[in-house]
């Protein structure tokens, strides 16, 4: 009986451990030239930056740190409830903010024109249902959801063809987008053992995926993308 209870009470605490993952991404190899936007066809667009914009979708630091990556949990069985928080995405200086983002499938999206012009939204999901709609700058904010989840996907402007970012839907909160220094953190991730995957937009589904074991306290997992031979 005494043995029964003590497994009993091992079993709870190993149950309630939870942990956390986090580290750096980088790459490995010479990173594209950065690319300036030109935003002048729409005036209000060029006349909203001081200073120049680059291209965000390869965005990496002089130490080959990679920002703008998602890195998540693969195929975890998460039975909690939807977060109540609200995430945004804003239209703000002809850019999107931020240029890439985890949701959760039922979490509530503001999306938020902060510029004096027209925008019109553009999500190309193949999961969700597709939206399209204009946000003329008298419209500053319009909320919306997608239910299913859903592997990254591109969102566009209709009416700035340098404006993309790109969302992914998850049926878990077990997911983070790396800074500007290339790190990421992942919290509360109950002790097991999985799949953790990073995805990079140029790199599509090349994605690079190592296993981490979490325990109490936190597991350190770096990624690394590599610049794909040519031969293949
Ligand atoms: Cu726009």
């Not at 990496?60 to 039975?79: E, G, Q, R, S």
């Not at 109950?190 to 799949?195: F, I, R, V």
């Amino acid at each position: 009986m005494k043995r029964l209870i003590s497994i009993l009470v091992l079993t709870t605490l190993t149950v309630g451990i939870c942990g956390s993952i986090s580290g750096t991404v980088n790459f490995d190899g010479k990173g594209p030239k950065k690319k300036k936007l030109k935003m002048d066809a729409d005036p209000v667009c060029g006349k909203s930056h001081q200073t120049p914009v680059y291209r965000q979708d390869f965005v990496m630091d002089d130490n080959n740190n990679l920002a703008n990556v998602i890195v998540y949990l693969k195929n975890i069985d998460f039975k909690g409830s939807v977060t109540k928080t609200q995430v945004v995405l804003d239209q703000k200086g002809c850019v999107y903010s931020p240029h890439v983002m985890g949701v959760m499938k039922g979490q509530e999206i503001l999306i938020k024109n902060s510029d004096a012009t027209l925008h019109n939204i553009h999500g190309l999901p193949k999961v969700n249902t597709e939206f399209n709609f204009a946000m003329p700058k008298v419209l500053k904010e319009k909320k919306m959801t997608l239910v299913k989840s859903e592997d990254a996907f591109k969102v566009k402007c209709d009416v700035h063809p340098w404006m993309s970012a790109y969302v992914q839907v998850f049926d878990h909160p077990y997911f983070a987008v790396t800074s500007n220094d290339g790190s990421y953190k992942i919290d509360n991730i109950p002790a097991g053992t999985y799949e953790v995957v990073a995805w990079q937009e140029k790199f599509k589904d090349k994605t690079v995926a190592h296993q981490v074991t979490v325990a109490d306290g936190n597991s350190k997992q770096n990624f690394t993308f590599v610049k794909p031979s040519k031969k293949k």
